[in-house]
């Protein structure tokens, strides 16, 4: 699959590029929610973070780790919020495993990861730790 990322990571799309090696990209956001607000993108399609080869996940992360010290420090943040929406039942808009680097201020008013789900009711954390190395523990790899 071409995306519009793929496209920017190809050149064919312009796009304010501030790092780029053999396997990833990083440029701004074009509708940025901060000023400095950058996707770090691999340079190879993939729609989720499970389906990163090992190579691409550690030169994505590597990236991220590179960059969120002077992508703060180029707009003056105090910090920066990093996530990534990891399918389309979370927002993911662009089914291209981007990383959202955004700068933060004190009392910029946005809240903190925990601010986007409600609390409720939950399975007991024990059961569902259970559940999840089952998992890993099924999985291929
Ligand atoms: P998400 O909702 O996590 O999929 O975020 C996709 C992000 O991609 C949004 O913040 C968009 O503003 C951004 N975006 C979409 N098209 C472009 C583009 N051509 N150049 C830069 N950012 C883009
Ligand atoms: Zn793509």
């Known amino acids: ?3 519009i990322f793929c496209r920017i990571v190809a050149g064919e799309v312009p796009a304010e590029v501030v790092l780029r090696d053999a396997a990833t990209v990083a440029f701004l956001d074009v509708s940025p929610l901060a000023d400095g607000h950058v996707l770090v993108v691999p340079a190879a399609h993939v729609a989720r973070v499970e389906d990163l080869t090992e190579d691409a996940a550690v030169s994505l992360f590597r990236a991220v780790t590179r960059l969120a010290g002077p992508v703060r420090a180029a707009v003056g ?3 920066t919020t990093i996530g990534i929406n990891n399918g389309d039942a979370t927002g993911q808009t662009v089914p291209h495993v981007h990383v959202h680097i955004v ?3 004190e009392g910029d008013g946005a809240s ?3 601010g986007i789900f409600r609390s ?3 399975r007991p954390v024990a ?3 259970m559940a999840i190395r ?3 523990a099924g999985s291929a790899d």
């Open 1 to 3: 699959m071409i995306c």
């Open 77 to 79: 943040a105090a910090g």
């Open 103 to 105: 700068p933060r201020r």
């Open 112 to 114: 903190s990861v925990h």
């Open 120 to 122: 409720g009711p939950r």
């Open 127 to 129: 059961e569902v730790g």
């Open 134 to 136: 089952g998992r890993i």
